[in-house]
């Protein structure tokens, strides 16, 4: 089982990117689960999901305690909610975020894990003209796990969203996707 | 030798029969086809202000509506007297749920009606003053809100009769019930307290809304048949003394009825889309005072030591209802 | 055809199918998306004939379905928690009437305190409303109770509930095979009421019974209710031969030879059932330890199918109950129901009170608890997961929450 948990803002899309990686995963011919756990219901109070992908049914529905993958869409969370807690060993992390690491204080784990760094809101300005980075962010998952393929995020993100808004979100999707890659490449 | 007018008084009167009238112009309870849609049997008190009103507007609705009605009850003296399982006196389709629900369940049939395509049968909700004024009023308030196709009556006795005669939002002021005792520096009901549904039903701007009473019953007909000509949500205020819980003799139900509006007190009209069009109005006025003493809930007004003060503040009331409805009194075609 | 999907969605898309001609509606957490899928739906001419009325409150909403139920119409809603409350007046109406009215309950905490998530205290207190109360396991399982919860009330002309664990479920994404319209369709005829208010031919509805007829009126209704006990193996079986899956009034997993039974209702199943594929508990022991546990999964919870719970704990030492809610004051709701089924039967019973208000189950904590089930190591009734530490602080400076 490979299992992911995201970690952002009410009003960010934390839910909806947990919701397209389970359908992308699925169309790719997998089990897969997805679903929110709320703190208050408002705006910009911490929001975590999660997405749980196999080959055989899933049956537990406790939240995502050893994440393999684990999504932050807003760096402001870094030091106030416990975003790392339970990553497996050999598991890595996706950041939205402009800053080097050592800023954010995470050279420590970039030590032990992958860390991944991606611009995801600015990209998702850049695109869609919103600072919504969630879809954008997924492109980068895509590039570290082998469960989600891009074409099958791409018409995951297509039927989520109306026209124009799809065609930015896949763009700004692609975006981070071909940035980690890159590095990937780079860092190889 | 002179030309003498000679006047038909029993033309045109308010007689429930009369040979004298064309038969169009007879009250459908003169009528020995009318549907008895309440009939004989039921266990309502002698002289229930209720039960007659209820016989009057259903069997006048049957008739506008050709048979095609559905009616939903709350509860109260009305559904408590006419179904003691095994028996009913109900005629027609009738259903009874809750106490504050009669206006939502109204709500679901017509929509259920609707989406059956047999929206010619309509549907006529009912309760009493402490149904519709105070534990309904949210529901009743939903169903103006939705314009849901629903005449809702309500027969106002002005207090929980059923129970034993305790405070609705309705009751007057300084009328003695069983919450309200006769007793203190203001005994009675509280005055300034009371919802006027008749002008809530008004402010939610619905087609029809009408006041009515017991005593007035060509006047009464014509409403509910009025009503029913119209679609969407409409609202009927009939006043329906009760002996007991009045303290009146069983035989003057329907002339305290007609007291209630020649003192003022209690205006007849009728309201489409939120305003007045029509007012019925008062022969022979009189001071309230007439219509009080022959209650015995207001016998305090009158005791020893007698509260003209009390009184005073009543006709108050009453000068304040003449004078609003004034500019409309006989507008009506 | 399985399809990634939220789990209040495919609930509103298999409630369309079922083809409900009035869905008064209600808002409230977490249950809204079901109804505002149905109101879109009504709205786009997807569902046709249906009056979606928009109503003031839930006992409004509950009220002008019993209206619509008596006219002889397929009629619907969704609530939770303090709405399931708000309604309890015309819930008893409901049953009473034999009105074959389905309900969704997005299982949800009952306040004070106000708690917006996930237990059964909702469904629970209402569990003596005359209706019957089905849960669901996953999302699946929740859409086909839907279908069966339909026939299954018209058969009986009796109310059903169908609980379905708010957010947990709810607002889960996950695959799920939402029922064709003409599989649907079979299984599910058009309404045939067994009164409705009608000029053609009129009766009185809800007459007031006296002391005399009380009893015999309120026994035959036990004895409908009770029908649902044979009824709903039929439903189920109908739907499924369309299907394929089957899920009865009560699912066993594990081994026959198991020694320790946990009975649970709800999503919680799913993850005592991963944790004992899993085989392996807190000592360390890889198989053994689990392989001795089994799961009874409660689908029907009233009426109570105390036959088949009796017959499927068999030959098993000790039951655990696993609560999601509790009776205060008293102890475990469902252990008292189990307890009764077991009359005669000398095995220790113990209660979990486990997830109130949305705590997770987690299972960690659930592993440790069948370890200690087999150490014999349980108390009686235990809250699962309770912080000690805040509960005696709390208790020794003398302030309340």
């Known amino acids: 089982m490979f299992q992911i948990r995201f970690h952002g803002r009410g009003g960010q899309g934390v839910v909806t990117a947990a919701e397209l990686c389970a359908a992308a995963a699925f169309d790719g011919g997998h089990e897969t689960l997805a679903f929110p756990s709320f703190g208050s219901e408002r705006t910009g109070a911490p929001v975590t999901a999660f997405c749980r992908v196999d080959d055989r049914p899933i049956l537990t529905r406790e939240p995502v305690v050893r ?40 050279d420590e784990l970039a030590g032990t894990h992958r860390v991944e760094c991606v611009p995801a809101t600015e990209l998702a300005r850049r695109h869609t003209g919103r600072p919504v980075p969630n879809a954008c962010l997924l492109g980068a998952l895509a590039a570290v796990a082998d469960v989600v393929a891009m074409p099958a995020l791409e018409q995951a993100i297509g039927e989520r969203f109306p026209g124009a808004v799809a065609a930015g979100n896949i763009a700004a999707c692609r975006a981070a996707y071909e940035l980690v890659r890159r590095e990937a490449v780079l860092g190889a | 030798m002179t030309a003498t007018p000679i006047k038909f008084y029993q033309v045109g009167s308010r007689a429930v029969g009369n040979r004298l009238l064309p038969a169009e112009l007879r009250t459908e309870q003169s009528s020995p086809d009318r549907s008895n849609a309440l009939t004989s049997g039921h266990r309502a008190c002698q002289g229930c202000g209720e039960a007659l009103a209820a016989r009057y507007v259903l069997d006048a609705a049957v008739r506008a509506t050709s048979g095609r009605l559905i009616t939903v009850n709350a509860t109260g003296c009305l559904e408590v007297f006419s179904t003691p399982y095994p028996e009913s006196a109900w005629q027609l389709p009738w259903m009874h749920s809750l106490f504050a629900n009669a206006p939502s369940v109204a709500s679901g049939v017509a929509a259920a009606l609707a989406a059956q395509g047999r929206s010619d049968i309509r549907v006529l909700a009912q309760g009493g003053d402490g149904a519709s004024v105070d534990i309904g009023l949210a529901c009743l308030s939903g169903m103006f809100e939705r314009d849901d196709d629903v005449l809702y009556v309500c027969y106002d006795n002005e207090a929980y009769m ?16 069983a919450t309200t005792e006769a007793l203190g ?31 007035e019953l060509h006047d009464l007909e014509r409403k509910v048949r009025r009503a029913m000509q119209l679609r969407g949500a409409r609202y009927l205020h009939v006043l329906s003394p009760c002996p007991l819980g009045w303290g009146t003799a069983s035989h003057d139900t329907v002339r305290l009825a007609r007291l209630a509006h020649r003192s003022g007190l209690f205006p007849i009209y009728e309201a489409i889309g939120g305003e007045v069009v029509d007012v019925l109005p008062i022969r022979d006025r009189v001071p309230v005072d007439e219509y009080l003493r022959p209650q015995r809930r207001y016998a305090h007004l009158f005791g020893d030591p007698p509260r003209p003060d009390l009184v005073a503040r009543v006709q108050q009331l009453a000068d304040r209802n003449v004078a609003r409805f004034a500019r409309w009194e006989g507008a009506g075609a | 055809m399985r399809e990634q999907q939220e789990g209040s969605r495919a609930v509103a898309r298999v409630v369309a199918r079922c083809r409900p001609a009035v869905v008064p509606a209600y808002p409230i957490t977490p249950q809204t998306h079901i109804v505002e899928g149905l109101g879109l739906m009504v709205r786009a001419g997807e569902l046709s004939p249906c009056r979606f009325l928009t109503v003031e409150s839930e006992f409004a909403a509950m009220s002008a379905a019993i209206g619509a139920s008596a006219v002889g119409t397929r009629t619907y809603t969704a609530t939770a928690s303090q709405g399931l409350l708000y309604m309890a007046e015309p819930l008893f109406n409901a049953s009473g009437l034999g009105l074959p009215i389905v309900l969704t309950v997005a299982n949800r905490a009952i306040g004070a305190p106000i708690n917006i998530w996930n237990d059964h205290s909702d469904a629970m207190s209402m569990r003596d409303c005359g209706w019957v109360q089905l849960y669901a396991i996953d999302n699946q399982h929740a859409v086909d109770l839907h279908v069966q919860a339909f026939a299954l009330a018209e058969r009986i002309s009796v109310p059903v509930m169908v609980c379905v664990d708010g957010f947990v479920l709810t607002h889960a994404s996950e695959p799920i095979d939402v029922p064709d319209q003409d599989v649907v369709d079979a299984v599910l005829p058009d309404i045939r009421p067994r009164q409705r208010l009608d000029p053609a031919e009129p009766v009185t509805i809800g007459a007031m019974v006296g002391p005399e007829a009380f009893t015999e009126v309120r026994y035959l209704a036990q004895l409908d209710l009770l029908r649902a006990l044979s009824e709903f193996p039929a439903v ?8 394929g ?34 085989g392996v508990d807190t000592d360390g022991v890889d198989g053994d330890g689990l392989g001795d546990v089994a799961l009874l999964a409660l689908t ?17 030492e000790r039951v655990i109950v696993l609560e999601r809610a ?41 592993r440790e608890l069948f370890a200690r089930a087999r150490r014999d190591d349980l108390p009686d009734v235990q809250f699962l997961d309770l912080d000690e530490r805040s509960v005696h602080a709390a208790r020794t400076s003398g302030a309340s929450s």
């Open chain 1, 67 to 106: 994440p393999d993958l684990v999504v932050v869409q807003d760096a402001t969370l870094l030091h106030h909610v416990a975003v790392f807690s339970g990553l497996a060993d050999g598991g890595t992390v996706v950041i939205n975020t402009g800053r080097p690491l050592g800023d954010l204080g995470l």
């Open chain 2, 162 to 177: 059923n129970t034993g005669v305790q405070r609705s939002g309705a009751t007057p002021p300084f009328a003695r019930t």
């Open chain 2, 185 to 215: 520096p203001e005994p009675g009901a509280s005055p300034g307290q009371g919802k006027d549904l008749a002008r809530i039903a008004m402010a939610h701007e619905i087609a029809y809304v009408a006041t009515a009473t017991v005593a």
């Open chain 3, 236 to 243: 189920v079986a109908q739907l499924g031969a369309h299907t």
């Open chain 3, 245 to 278: 899956r089957e899920v009865g009034p009560v699912t066993r997993f594990g081994p026959e030879s198991a020694r320790t039974v946990v009975i649970a209702l709800g999503s919680v199943c799913g993850t005592i059932r991963a944790v004992l594929e899993d």
């Open chain 3, 300 to 316: 029907m919870y009233r009426p109570f199918p105390s036959a088949a719970i009796r017959a499927a704990v068999g030959d098993a």
């Open chain 3, 326 to 366: 509790f009776a205060p004051g008293a102890g475990g709701i469902v252990t008292a129901d189990v307890r009764g089924a077991l009359t005669g039967r000398d095995l220790p019973l113990h209660t979990v009170v486990a997830g109130l208000g949305g705590r997770p189950i987690t299972e960690a904590a659930l």
